[in-house]
Nanobody
Framework: QVQLVESGGGLVQAGGSLRLSCAAS????????MGWFRQAPGKEREFVAA????????YYAGSVKDRFTISRDNAKNTVFLQMNSLKPEDTAVYYC????????????????WGQGTQVTVSS
């Protein structure tokens, strides 16, 4: 089982940037695909970005493509989400998730979740 801890959330003005981190621990951390999801108040959790275990494959939701970048440092068992050109509609709790090997856009296919970190973008 993989344990996940997110950090890096906060309050930022529209157009600003934030970098989220997700520290993973556990026996299978280095071979897990990682995903970022977010959930705004009153809305369902949605896919943001995902990266496979080696970092060679990434996927993005259309709403964040070209603004967000997912990456990972397997030596440090950490996944990052660089968020640029933030918009008020990016406001949500952001969750890191893990699943074995291959990426997925489906939250139901991930078997480990972090506690979430709040991102608030003011207009």
């Amino acid at each position: 089982q993989v344990q996940l801890v997110e950090s890096g959330g906060g309050l930022v003005q529209a157009g600003g940037s934030l970098r989220l981190s997700c520290a993973a621990s556990g026996r299978t951390a280095s071979t897990s695909a990682m995903g970022w999801f977010r959930q705004a108040p009153g809305k369902e959790r949605e896919f943001v970005a995902a990266i496979n275990w080696s970092g060679s494959t990434t996927y993005y939701a259309g709403s964040v493509k070209d603004r967000f970048t997912i990456s990972r440092d397997n030596a440090k068992n950490t996944v990052f989400l660089q968020m640029n050109s933030l918009k008020p509609e990016d406001t949500a709790v952001y969750y890191c998730a893990a699943r074995p090997y291959d990426t997925s856009r489906s939250s139901g296919s991930y078997d480990a979740w972090g506690q979430g970190t709040q991102v608030t973008v003011s207009s």
